[in-house]
């Protein structure tokens, strides 16, 4: 993936480009939002990482002038601004993320990865997590066991899901390691105006947990969701 | 002491006091000059009918030089029927000549023809009543030694009555007016008063964090002035306020970037001895070896600088006027959501188990406060409780008289001592003083900053041992309605 990086802070921006790349990830780095406006005109990136404190212009500007271009490009904010009046002004511009520093990066680079997959510019259409990979353009879900009979090998059984049994274990596992509500989940199932049944989730949950690894979906009570990363 | 009860008051009382000495003094003048016209009137009666007995006497009926008619001339006293009240006698050398109905037929002042006195005034009793006497005696010719004695007499009590009267038809005006006079005083003084009062009025409604400019039209100079000068210390206020919020906000961008850096920068160390490690094991020397170790203590002093910079900054920006100006509703239980899912990472490090107990409920506060107070008890709850532990945070509503929602955070840790109970919010303070258990990473402001927090919003803090946990539990107490009248009187501005 591509990634244009606007961050006026020289050594933030040369120690990001470093870890960026060994991630695997491709980093073009600009130092002002009129520079960064001329390098969106061409199509050359993916998306942008963008800091507010820009020396020209207020970062805010450089989003709100790219998504007045119509431009979709996927953007994630980086700031020291921590107020929730910032991150909802950054949402409510157009943001698809917002990241306060200081910040940890891999909480960078797991952002990266859901942007990533959602643009379909991953190397696979695979996503693993443990035992379980997930093929998002086959819709198939492939469960690795180890091979009774030959311990080195393991065998990958197919699952069957439904439609939206597919889509609650995507949501979980492009997002792996962080905690997904209940209504997170339900907003990326239905759209508006179709009907939710309140435990629709949970039946679905259930009937994951039936055929996948145990303790590979888990619950945190009140709270939502969550399959871990291992680590 | 209210200003313009004291001036009422103290008005009214000089007012009442002196108008009633006046009055007092009025009336004592007044008696004794009635007195003395009443005296007045009786000499001007009794001249009068001692011009009318001499006139009489020299007529001939009335000469009498024969001792011997004495009987006969006794047969032969007048009495005259008196509408008045007065009543006379008229002697002739001892002789009752006329007397009025009225008057007893003895000599009213028995004394009187051994007095050497024309006019003698004098109170005598009789026929029951008290009278005012005079007595005023004519000597004939020298030839005749023979004395005329006019006696008037006025009762007392009429005199009294009528002196009375004419007092009291003047002195009444002065009674209505006292009471015209202090009604007058009570809405001259209030109405006076007023802009003072509206200052006073506009001044309570006010947040003690409110500093836009007074909106008075206030008449008298004093006031004005006042309204003036008030109006330029809440723009200092303002002015100060706002520079103090500007330099945190950039003393916090100022050392967030260069932390991020630091961050970064040992990450990618880290991360590449862990390249070096899987790819090239054999190779790894022992100096390398040390040298991930110093990386990664790095890394943990890094994570600790981040966090007491974050703490102290954050210490600093939970002002009340920031709060009370930014308040809004919000969903609590979503925030407390979001607030697990932030810290869950860390949670799932020490396999501990975290729930969350609570519906749908509102609170009017300043979100990024409450944000803050969230992650600083749950984190607490994280750090201080043991691998494997559970944390419970439960949000109660309490509907009773009062409205109040309770945020609880239990935990399964080893809780704290009673007696730490006060310190534990001090600033840098950490259980155990100096000898704090220093494995676990923290400054000693994450209780601070939840007190302040606390404080702002007028709630309430408890800490007690958690009875289904056996660790700490740490109760926040928001009065709902109070919130929201904060607010409330914010929007009709």
Redesign the interface.
Known sequence: MRILLVEDDLPLASALQRSLKSEGFVVNHVNQGKLALNALSTPDQDMVILDLGLPDMDGLDVLKQLRNHKSSLPVIILTARDSIESKVKGLDYGADDYLVKPFEIQELTARLRVIERRLGTANSSLICVGQVKLDTFAHKVLVSEINQSAPNKTNEIELNFSKKEFMVLKALMENAGRILSRGQIESKLYHWGEEVLSNAVEVHIHKLRKSLPGKFIQNVRGVGYIINNEN | MSIRRYLVLTLFSVLTLITFIAAIQGYKVSMSRAEKQFDQQLIDIAQTLLAVQRSSLQTPLFINDNNSNISNKANQITQVSQQGSFAFQVWNNNQLVIKSDNAPSHLIIPAIFSLDKNNYFSDVNFLDKRWRVIALTHKNEPVNQTKIVVIVAQPLQTQFALAQDLILAAVTPMIVAIILLSLLIYIIITHGLKPLHQLRSELSKRNTNDFTPLNLQVNNTELADIVVTLNQLFLRLDTAFLRERHFA?DA??EL??????????V??IA??FA?RLTTDKAQVTSTEIRNIESVIELTQSVDRM?HVIDQILNLNRTNTEQIVR?STGFNLNLL??QV??EL??DI?TKKQT?????EDSYLFAH??SI?LLAINLISNANKYTPIGGIIK?SVKLINEHDRSIVLCVEDSGMGIAPQEYTRIFDRFYRVGGDQHNSNVMGCGLGLTIVKHIVDVHDATIKLSSSNSLKGLKVEVIFKDNHALKAVKEQDND
Not at chain 2, 354 to 358: D, Q
């Open positions: 906000e916090a961008h967030k970037t260069p932390l991020s850096v630091l961050k970064i920068n990450h990618n991360q590449d390249d981040g930014g407390l959501q697990i899912a869950y990472n799932m975290i729930e969350l107990e609570s979100e990024f944000h945070i």
